[in-house]
């Protein structure tokens, strides 16, 4: 049986016990909208306005209203998959967003990428200015981390140090930020796949995997279902990119929300230039299939929502 | 009796135990080029220069051989205080240092206040280029945190949870990072003393009590003492950000390790141009004798250092 039959009948499998999510694509896209409506509001309530000197403002304009926030949904669906703490994933999911989020406003300043519009909007950095984007970046960090640690003895302490030592580890110099100096050093050099792939795996696999085992974290987790989920976070991660790389050519700047061809026009390597538009393509169907094995092979009971966003991360037209 | 006198008083009495720091001027010299050593050694061993595409030399270029190294040394004493764990004192001082240094980086870049010297060597910027500065900057925030989470059981959870929280808060859109947007939004602008002292608890003053409060974190601590400690934290950080003010008039840039003058030519509010020099230096030593009555306030036995490091901001030249 090949990987893709095998994943349309895992799609469809309620699960043993009936309690999981059922995911027909009408289900899933309920149940993407119904928590990306969640994951909304409790950004909202924890990006507060009143921090000092416009601060606050420029924050919430970073976040909100815009992103398919997928980071927050892996974490959400990665706990349902281990029957976790669902309030504290939603924690998980929104510190990960509030990292992702500060990542762009950063990325997009004149001294990175320079870049005017996101998420349909003018960046942080043109709408407030370089300086403030400089902060806005920097507080989203630290709220990230304060969003773990509530205070209130809602995240068990020792849940709260496991999150919070992955969270640092995904963005710094080991993760992300590493991620996206490698990717500085690329600009017109000739990186061969493997090249290109291990900076993506900082760049912005580091997050996405992050989201999957930081969500699978507010849950009990044996070794092998937690190695599996890490093979699932990582392809996961990788055909996000390729993707990327193929919207980047194929979608107009309205669809994505941002400025199309700008990666060719930068010179930067992307999967697309390295194997053709059609290969890239078949190239990031075969590491979804690896992501879906990988969930088979967990043990898991609830993966149902883990499989759709995969499917989902291979169709997504921005 | 005087709050100096008796400040004197405090400085040369040796704790009950004897066990405590006895600190004379000498003493402490000693006691603090020690530590000094110790933090830079510690620094160099957790800012690794592995870190991908220069990435990691530039982040030990920002944090190494250079600094006064106050936050660290203040949380040391502050464990000395209260007979906490002197590892993890480490770790947080270590911790603060990044934030710090992070601070600077991102401070000094063109968007920012554009300076070109720093410890008396070129700027990150200068140096590595804006966009890698960027990157250092977000690195080190994270690097902080993982610091205070080492993984291997040496920082107890409850405590991990707590130092990071305090971590988080201090360094984000309620402490520091809050501080440089009223600060940005303050040029040009003629604050009273109520609004420049407001300005500087956060910019400065909240990694600084912070400083105090998570190295006296590390052990245990009574409200009173908690209440004190926190009153000598606020205390140092505003005299330290008067001495500041008064250091920039008065210092040339050889001896500052920076450019000196800068806030006047920057037209930026301080409490020299507020109250003039000789009251601003008046007012600094009011200031750090409230800091020393918290301490004689708060009933812990191992002062000694913590009342050394008051009068060493107070003194200090650079």
Known sequence: MSDVQDRSQASSRRSPEGVGTPVGAVDFAAWRAAQQA??????????????????????????????????????????????GQAAVALRVGCALELIHAYSLVHDDMPCMDNDVLRRGKPTVHVRFGEAQALLVGDALQALAFELLLPGDGSVPDAMAVSLCRQLAL???????????????????????????????????????QASVMMGASTGPLTAEAREQLAVYGAALG??????????????????????????AAADKPTFVALMGLDAAQAYADRVLDQAHAALRRSGLPHTDTLHALADWVGQRAS
């Open 38 to 83: 969640v994951i909304e509001q409790a950004l909202s309530a924890w990006v507060r306005s009143d921090a000092p000197a416009g601060l606050g403002e420029a924050m919430r304009y970073a976040v909100l209203d815009g992103g398919k926030r997928l980071r927050p949904l892996l974490a959400l669906a990665a706990c349902e998959a281990v029957g």
């Open 170 to 208: 995904a963005a710094g110099a080991d993760g992300m930020a590493g991620g996206q100096a490698v990717d500085l050093a690329s600009v017109g050099v000739a990186l061969d796949q493997p090249a290109l792939e291990a900076m993506h795996r900082l760049k912005t696999g580091a997050l996405l």
């Open 238 to 263: 990788l055909a996000f990119q390729v993707v990327d790389d193929v919207l980047d050519v194929t979608a107009d700047s309205a669809t994505l929300g941002k400025t199309a061809g700008k990666d």
